[in-house]
């Protein structure tokens, strides 16, 4: 067999992976969107056993087989000398995923799947009943399965590490802390000074919105993305999502509440930037680690940017806002552009991470953090939870949630037994932050050309920057080559200063 | 391990079949329904892994061991006697699955669907420009695939038998034969005694009818018939459908035609019956034979049952009209109930099997029928197939197509393959029939009852009949229970002969 042969058979397995992985996410999709509520016990069954097979694909021999005829398991050394840079890059990814996949026995892999299915459930009634003592019990025993996780995944310095290695790797658990030192002060003293400071009367967005010119608008704002409707579509469901199956299909959704209509822009823009980065992964490269997203940081980095660096600037609402005015005569005939603009970026302190202000976001962050690593570490015991967890929400962001419903029972990530997957969400704003250094450098008419509502030179940036590569690079080293910089605070600070002071 | 966990755990694997199999409809459904129309390469991706993991466990020896653990698989023989009848008729039924699935070479299997899929696209287009003789080649190869699969899969007396054996067990070549003998000169002469008395203007039912108006009102035709939207939905497709992924969850779909309304309803109709089986399938069953559908001629029977037994009968529209005569006030206000129903029961020969009347539908079939029949004896040459179709026509329904579009190439069947599959439809017509005769003298009052509005008694007849029982006897054992009487067309055709002489 020809060294093209070996690498083509081994794609092909790569290939029927990921078919599975997308059958997975298919079967979410439809049950956000369009599943009948009553199927949902058959649809567990489905997803239980779709799940059991792209595992058994993950770990078979195979693969395996395939895989070492190729690159050596221990050593991660490529056999042959003359493949190129991209498929180096594959097997370097591929080997990375075969040995975390086989690290995790069957069983754990059943048991941490089965209880956080419960934990889950338990969660739901929690936080709809504001009964934190019947979630207890779930949590308590997720930190015991997470601290065996990590134990299996394996860890230099700290167990968070093991968890950050498989959402975004190159980055540490010491990486955060001292990003965080940074952060934290600055952005409580920057959200202090500015809440004071802004005035403006942002009660109008505030009314009675009707679903259907909510959706009419937000089907606007696809096609100024230019989100091909050829490879996508956008429904409704509950919690806003994008799943990309494969670049000529990705489902996005978003959700409309009739009192705030900039809920429904917010979840587009956001939803619209995953589905973007998506679209424009390369499709040769499909099944291979290259046809993937370089991290969910790196994912996270394109939605905020399309939901804040553009969806709260104000050349995109010069170019936008009539529509939106027209879409919405009352109140908005009333409301001029700058009052406008104002109101959506008024940055008050809130207990609810998802509707938090940019200056507050990534304080909603490093509190999660915090508490999870303090779970690992044995420091803190699941009881005092909401008691910490208030006494954190009032030292950072000076407020305190009325129940825990508003306070430790917000997210569904703990009850899924997604630990150390938070921070990606602060990730996303510093690396958004830092290619939008490089953007305005590179484009310093970006305002102009933007107010004329021509949004696809950020589209090619983006895809020039990130999209194309996928994950030939981990991401901090994606994030340098783009920005001729490694990670730092400094681009976000700046960007937070000039935007609010 | 106990002849239980023996079972169960054929039982399990059974299950995980019927998982597999329900992925691939629930592909087919969202590729009809929602899919991004650029995603169809990727799609054919999927349901080629799919397929071939459902043949894989199909045919594995892990399911063959758990079979043999129970039922000797060369003489049909269960080894344990305290099985009780229903797990006998699945293991009865699973050993048939599995011979027939081991009957076919995978290579063949591929083979023929590479084949059907080519054929497939060249039928539409051939459709689409009326160019027979662009089909004529992969009709050619079709056939030929055809007479091998009927050897593969063995037959008595009748290759076409091997097909039957598929689609409807227990129904051979020369069962059909004698039914079409008595049915064919019948039904020819009824079409043209009635097609000359009716004398009702139904042009009527021609107009412009907003698609808003009629998925109205097929919503409230579903109401009607208590499909309950916790297990179901319906959608929007080019051709109806309905795929019973589980009890809990089938999704059925039906077109509009801005022309005329009753496209839709009789679709509605139609599908609304064949998900009322597929919810009505004992859910305990599910993933073994007695948790499927019987046969596909029974399956159309439910289908035909609701579409014209009930959905074009006058108690029916007594209840049902006043509501769409206020869907379609024009024209339907100044239309009275009785000519409303002679309009929707005209019967005229028409070119297309679809747009049939009761009459003149299995008229259709006969032909089919023939011409399959002389495909695989080879007396028939393929680039004759228009010339004959149109000759046959003249024959049963006196007219003549205008050309191959609404004539030999009307139909999807020969390019997927189908052969042997077309007289599931007469067969349905024929079971419905039966069944309707028994209902007619179980409850006398039952036009009183579906006048009223009531149609659960109806429901539960089919339910107690036939739904509940599943695959645990085969086609025309389950008929036979179900009315005492064994397949016969004399009670078709005096439902013929009732309602239009």
Known sequence: MSVKEKYDRLHKIGKEIRLLVSFGYFLEWDQETFMPKGAIEFRSEQIELISSITHREK???????ALEALIDLNSGKPHYEDLDDEQKANLREWRESYLHETKLPNDFVKTFAKTASKATNAW????NNDTFETFAPHLQELVHLCRKKADFIGF????????????????????????????????????????????????????????????????HLLEIMHLDPQHSRLDLS????????????????THTVCS???????????????????????VEQYGAPLGEFASYGMHESQSRWWETMIGLSRPFWEFTYPKLQSTFPNPLDKVNLETFYQAINRCRPSCIRIFSDEISYVLHIILRFEIELAFLEGKLEVNDLPQVWNQKMQESLGITPQDDKEG???????AAGLFGYFPTYALGNLYAAQLYQVFIQTFPDHQDRIRQGNLTFIKDFLKEKIHRFGKQYPPLELLERATSSSLSPEPYMNYLKNKFQ
């Open 59 to 65: 770990t078979s021999e195979r693969f395996k087989e």
């Open 124 to 127: 739901a009634k929690a936080k």
């Open 156 to 219: 230099k310095e700290h167990p968070y590490d093991a968890f950050l290695s498989i959402y975004e790797p190159g980055v540490t658990t010491q990486t955060l802390k001292d990003l965080f030192a940074t952060l934290k002060p600055f952005l409580s003293e920057l959200l202090k000074t500015v809440s004071r400071k802004q005035t403006v009367d942002d009660r109008f967005l505030r009314g009675n919105f009707s679903q259907q010119s909510q959706l009419e608008f937000d089907k």
């Open 238 to 253: 509950e919690h806003p999502f994008c799943l990309g199956l494969h670049p000529h299909d990705v489902r996005l959704t």
């Open 260 to 282: 705030n209509f900039m809920h429904s822009i917010s979840a587009v823009m956001h939803e619209g930037g995953h589905a973007i980065y998506e679209l424009n992964l390369p």
């Open 408 to 414: 430790c029972l917000q997210d569904i990530h703990w």
